[in-house]
């Protein structure tokens, strides 16, 4: 079965410093990946994703997300944190031999409570 | 560009009642899903849809249903609702079902007591 663990409830980082959101997977097959970004009283907004290709992967708001095959991790990064950046963050997997039907929803993690204090 | 519209943003519901939850895509996403959304448990897939006329069940469907008549329109309905029922609610559209992201609705927040 499918399945994304976020190991961290909540990070917090200073202004100014590197981030780092952890993201663990399992698929039977080879995955997306996604990671998304949820502001209070929002919806989900999408960030980056990876497919396949280069494991290091840029997306919005200055974010970055190194896959990792061996240990089956997509951490999400960024070099300089913002108090702006505050948010919850999620990380979600599709099986890429699955799609279609049930078996190629996205399947969602926890998420993670980031905290960026000035 | 709207994107993915819920209404409504809140509603309180007493034990039994029901209601219908809207969601309206102008993207012409062809996919179509209802998301449940609680406290530390991440996102839970309700009922999804690849076309118009088309739905299928997701993770949690118990005490919900789901029509698709137009491309742009995804109703949840709520039938006999329960306290468990208490959550935000998400819709969401896709342009397809592998390598394209989901775009969400801003939520419906729904207390049931």
């Known amino acids: 079965a499918q399945s994304v663990a976020q190991p961290e409830d909540q990070v917090n980082v200073a202004e100014g410093n590197p981030l780092t959101v952890k993201c663990t997977y399992s698929?039977?097959?080879?995955?997306?990946l996604f990671w998304y970004v949820q502001y209070p009283n929002r919806g989900l907004q999408f960030l980056l994703k990876y497919i396949t290709g280069d494991n290091l992967v840029k997306g919005s708001y200055g974010f970055e997300a190194e896959f990792n095959k061996s240990q089956t991790s997509f951490h999400l990064k960024k070099p300089s944190a913002l108090v702006s950046d505050s948010a919850l963050y999620f990380c979600a997997v599709r099986d890429m031999n699955h799609y279609g039907g049930s078996q190629g929803n996205l399947i969602f993690g926890k998420g993670t409570k980031l905290s960026v204090k000035p | 560009n709207a994107g993915v519209t819920q209404t409504p943003k809140f509603r309180i519901l007493k034990i039994g009642q029901s209601m219908t939850l809207q969601c309206a895509q102008d993207?012409?996403?062809?996919?179509m899903y209802w998301y449940r959304q609680d406290p530390g448990m991440g996102l839970k897939l309700i009922y999804y849809?690849?076309?118009?006329?088309?739905?299928d069940k997701g993770e949690v469907p118990n005490g919900y249903n789901v029509s698709r008549s137009t491309t742009e329109d995804f109703p949840l309905r709520l039938e006999l609702a329960a306290p468990s029922q208490t959550s935000v609610y998400f819709c969401?559209?896709?342009?397809?079902?592998?390598?394209?992201?989901?775009?969400f609705g801003n939520g419906t927040r729904l207390t049931v007591t």
């Open positions: 849809s690849v076309g118009a006329g088309i739905t």
């Open positions: 993207m012409n996403h062809n996919y």
């Open positions: 969401a559209s896709s342009y397809s079902m592998t390598d394209s992201p989901l775009h």
């Open positions: 698929v039977s097959g080879n995955p997306y």
